[in-house]
């Protein structure tokens, strides 16, 4: 089994300027190759009307593919490189070997998902040309053991060798699993320092098998995206979880820098200083935010339940625009995109696509298992009734006089989306525009809903308890 940690490197002054000398080199390579693959995309095509007896269809070339153009890296280091853009000279022996072959694989690997795709057949989008800040990572392939100097100062600090850079300090704030052997390390510079993460390997642990595991009442736990004041998530069992919202405390941190730096001339020390101190407060709201997902992940593993129903949000549909409206006379018209950026904003800060992905993997780990189910009308159907009621957004509890009951409508979806995964949901057809129950198993479950409901405590109940 493969594992991977990350640590923070301290590299003195002079290896500070050799790594970031590497990157530079390894930003033109990586340009330079992906100039070529779009040299032969454009000159190997032609319109789809074009006629071979009538057109000149230029003649095909040779597609350049990751041995080709790792070939070219004997004839390239025998001497120097004169970078056109900037008229400087690149040694290309400088670097570490297997630092310039990972970039011909990591070219290789961007222009096939954009000429064909990925496994699932999904196209990227045209790759683009490196600048000196979108290109932060370097891979010593062929590691091993010997790279790894321990030392005693504090039991926190270990020195790492890394090829042509000599020992370098790193801090140790986790140990490193006995018995896994090193494979990879890879060299990473973010906003606020430099990062080496290593790629562990480990024969006596076996890989992750996942169990059979039959959802039932009982073991299985529902799981609904509130995002709604400060609640995160809602579950089945009549929790909610609050929300953390790093990027709503940061907002006015964030915007003083913002206009400070724009202020400042553009290329001037000040602005390049300004916009230091606006990446390290957005590596900052980035790493809160995982923490508080990690953290609310655990939390839902510690209750002990096998399986976890959560809904299939369309995260690109929910964060995206409004599309201009416009008059005959060609004016903007008003199309509500001012009252929804707000609502864009507030799901990006909440990450639910991340989350659900750090769920799954904290599932696995304990044996578990986490799934999507489709939250149809989840929100607006009864869990014990098969009766709308809850069908606006403004309505978040609804009073049950045949039950005095007080219903909370994110609760309500939890409890709905787990009788989804169970396959206790009602069939429901549209007739005249509107949903219709048609099969219906509601009453099977009906008992247990209301005995989870009625242990919850509604916030109206506790608020007229306390005033009396």
């Not at 030392?151 to 600090?157: A, F, L, Q």
């Not at 006596?204 to 959802?215: F, K, L, N, Y």
């Not at 995002?227 to 995160?232: A, G, I, P, T, V």
């Not at 339940?305 to 201009?324: C, D, I």
């Amino acid at each position: 089994m493969k594992s991977a940690y990350q640590y923070r490197l301290y590299p003195d002054s002079q290896q500070k300027v050799q790594l970031n000398q590497w990157l530079r080199i390894c930003q033109y390579w990586y340009n330079r190759m992906l100039g070529e693959r779009f040299d032969w995309w454009e000159q190997n095509r032609c319109a789809v009307n074009a006629c071979p007896l009538i057109c000149h269809l230029p003649a095909l070339k040779e597609k350049p593919n990751y041995y080709s153009q790792k070939k070219q890296l004997p004839d390239i280091k025998a001497d120097l490189v004169l970078v056109r853009h900037s008229r400087e000279l690149v040694d290309f022996t400088e670097p570490y070997s297997t630092i310039l072959q990972n970039v011909c694989k990591r070219v290789e690997k961007t222009f096939e998902r954009f000429v064909r795709g990925d496994c699932n057949g999904k196209r990227s989008g045209r790759p683009r040309f490196k600048g000196a800040a979108r290109y932060r990572t370097m891979l010593f392939d062929g590691a091993d053991d010997a790279w790894l100097k321990f030392c005693t100062i504090n039991g926190k600090r270990l020195f790492m060798t890394l090829p042509k850079v000599g020992l370098v300090q790193v801090r140790m704030h986790r140990p490193l699993p006995e018995g896994a052997n090193l494979k990879q390390v890879l060299v990473t510079k973010k906003a606020d320092g430099w990062y080496v993460s290593l790629v562990l390997s480990d024969e006596t642990v076996p890989g992750s098998t996942p169990e059979v595991i039959i959802p039932t009442w009982e073991n299985s736990l529902g799981l609904d995206a509130v995002l709604h004041e400060d609640s995160y998530l809602a579950t089945s069992e009549g929790e909610k979880l609050p929300s953390l919202k790093p990027l709503r405390r940061n907002e006015a941190k964030k915007a003083v820098l913002q206009t400070k730096k724009n202020s400042r001339k553009k290329g001037s020390r000040r602005r390049r200083k300004l916009a230091k101190r606006e990446a390290r407060l957005g590596l900052r709201i980035a790493r809160s935010r995982k923490d508080f997902q990690y953290k609310t992940a655990h939390k839902l593993k510690r209750t002990g339940k096998k399986v976890f129903f959560y809904e299939k949000l369309n995260l690109q549909g929910l964060s995206r625009r409004h599309a201009p409206k416009q008059d005959e006379s060609g004016v903007y018209l008003p199309n509500g995109q001012a009252a929804k950026s707000g609502l864009n904003k507030s799901w990006h800060d909440a990450a639910f696509g991340q989350f659900f992905d750090i769920l799954r993997l904290v599932a696995a780990k304990a044996g578990a298992v986490a799934m999507e189910q489709n939250p149809a009308y989840t929100s607006q159907l009864l869990s014990y009734r098969d009766e709308f009621v809850l069908t606006d957004c403004s309505i978040r509890e609804y009073w049950d006089e045949a039950e005095k009951l007080w219903v909370n409508r994110d609760i309500n979806a939890a409890v709905n989306l787990k009788r989804v995964g169970l396959d206790l949901f009602p069939t429901l057809k549209r007739r005249r525009g509107n949903p219709v129950v048609v099969a219906s198993m509601t009453h099977s479950t009906s008992k247990e809903v209301l005995i989870a409901l009625r242990g919850i405590r509604s916030p109206r109940c506790t608020a007229s308890v306390s005033v009396g």
